[in-house]
């Protein structure tokens, strides 16, 4: 398995994507202790300062159809969680579809990125931001960011964090590869579901809804329950 560290990079998501287009192979992953354009979701940023954070990007290659690709992020955040109750014994729960929170706060932002044809996947970059050693975020994220270091009070071994996810994705994906969608997962990923048999708000890009989480479909869907109607989003 090979491994690409960097000291600094623009993003390890571009990165990745440059290597993947050059022949890099499926499994490689690609570390940086500091990016210069971290992206984020929806066009935001990913705050990557120097030696505090965990910033890596996975390199698939899969034999799967396009419109299954985008469950690999579900995936990827089971293996996160798994990592970090593994290295730090704290309980790690998913945000559906891909956030990770500790006690209610974001300690982990996942964005995946696919290069494909119309049923061909070239390759998928599974990008993993991790807040470990933060010990403060800025005031207009403070409120809902988090590190791993605030959480336990602990500094947490970065390379052993990177290690541990590396081999629990592996774990689940061959899991997820097995039928290309999550039916052999969803029980454990409901497992680690943030909002379960809770009131959430869903942000419907038509009309925001009200309705309790009852966990995910075999594709990876939220099952939401409003008075009228059991809705999937
Ligand atoms: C989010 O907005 O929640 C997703 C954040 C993803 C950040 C990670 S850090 C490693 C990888 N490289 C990037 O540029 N972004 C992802």
């Known amino acids: 398995k090979k491994i690409y560290y960097y000291d600094e990079t623009d993003s390890t998501n571009v990165r990745a994507s440059r290597l993947a287009e050059e022949g890099a192979e499926h499994g490689t992953l690609v570390v940086a202790d500091q990016q210069d354009a971290g ?115 602990k500094r947490v071994n970065r390379a052993a964090l990177i290690e541990a996810v590396w081999e629990e994705f592996e774990h689940y994906y061959d899991r997820f590869m097995a039928y290309q969608d999550l039916r052999d997962l969803r029980k454990e990923y409901d497992a680690s579901l943030a909002n379960k048999g809770q009131k959430v708000r869903v942000l419907d890009p038509k009309e925001p809804f009200d309705g309790v989480a009852q966990g995910i479909t075999d594709r990876g869907e939220l099952i939401v329950d409003t008075w009228e109607a059991r809705k999937l989003v």
């Open 39 to 153: 992206k984020g979701r929806r066009g935001r940023g990913w705050s990557s300062l120097p030696g505090t954070g965990i910033f890596m990007t996975l390199i698939l290659k899969p034999e799967l159809n396009p419109s299954n690709a985008s469950m690999l992020t579900l995936v990827a955040a089971m293996a996160v969680a798994k990592g970090i109750t593994r290295c730090t014994g704290m309980e790690a729960k998913i945000k559906w579809p891909n956030d990770i929170v500790i006690n209610g706060k974001k300690v982990v932002g996942i964005l995946t990125e696919m290069s494909a044809q119309m049923d061909y996947v070239n390759h998928i970059v599974v990008g993993i931001g991790i807040n470990v050693n933060n010990e403060s975020f800025p005031e207009e994220i403070a409120q809902n960011a988090t590190s791993l270091l605030l959480q336990s009070g």
